[in-house]
């Protein structure tokens, strides 16, 4: 990104479970609990670190504020570069 003419950008990669916004608690609760023992399991842990991953655990609320951060900036990063859609 650098090279690019966007200094100091970072870009990572990762995975979520969406549902629709007014699904219900118990059902949004379902999977995360879950991927949440997925991710506590050594074995899983192993592999997925093995494969280049991060096992990158977080509460509903910690993803949703991820994603938002990441709109925000990635809106920054467009005007920056002046990207036309």
Same mark, same amino acid.
């Given at each position: 990104?650098?090279?690019?003419?966007?200094?100091?950008? =970072?870009?990572?990669?990762? *995975?979520?479970? *969406?549902?629709?916004?007014?699904?219900?608690?118990?059902? &949004?609760?379902?999977?995360?609990? =879950? &991927?949440?023992?997925?991710?506590?399991?050594?074995?899983?842990? =192993? +592999?997925? &670190? +093995?494969?280049?991953?991060?096992?990158?655990?977080?509460?509903?609320?910690? *993803?949703?504020?991820?994603? +938002? +951060?990441? *709109?925000?900036?990635? =809106?920054?990063? &467009?005007?920056?570069?002046?990207?036309?859609?």
């Amino acid at each position: 990104m650098t090279e690019a003419g966007v200094p100091a950008s =970072e870009a990572s990669l990762w *995975f979520g479970i *969406f549902a629709p916004a007014k699904t219900s608690k118990d059902i &949004v609760a379902r999977p995360h609990l =879950e &991927v949440a023992k997925a991710q506590a399991d050594p074995a899983f842990k =192993e +592999r997925l &670190v +093995r494969a280049g991953g991060d096992p990158w655990p977080m509460s509903g609320d910690d *993803f949703n504020a991820l994603i +938002r +951060r990441e *709109f925000a900036e990635n =809106e920054q990063l &467009v005007k920056a570069i002046n990207l036309k859609m």
